[in-house]
């Protein structure tokens, strides 16, 4: 991985440690996502998929995960 992007990644999942603990595992979920999103960026160089569409399924899927784990999914 190229230093810039190596750079990006760990402001980041720096930026995902310190962020609001808005219920447990969200800070996890989000360094995943981070993750997950490197990923995609990455096959996308080769398979050239729509990684817009990708991103904004793994965006949902950590708002999900914050919506089912704190009081606004328990209604």
């Known amino acids: ?4 992007d190596e750079k990006v990644v760990g402001i980041l999942l720096e930026q995902a440690a310190i962020a609001e603990e808005r219920c447990d ?3 996890e ?3 995943e996502a981070v993750g997950d999103i490197m990923t995609e960026e990455r096959q996308n160089k080769f398979a050239r ?4 569409v990708r991103v904004a ?4 899927r950590v708002g999900t995960y914050l919506y ?5 999914g328990k209604s």
Do not use: C, F, Q
Request: proline letters at 4%; hydrophobic letters at 35%; glycine letters at 8%.
């Open 68 to 72: 089912t784990h704190t009081s606004a």
């Open 49 to 52: 998929t729509n990684i817009a």
């Open 1 to 4: 991985m190229p230093y810039k």
């Open 25 to 27: 595992g969200y800070r």
């Open 57 to 60: 399924d793994i965006v949902g």
């Open 29 to 31: 979920e989000l360094a």
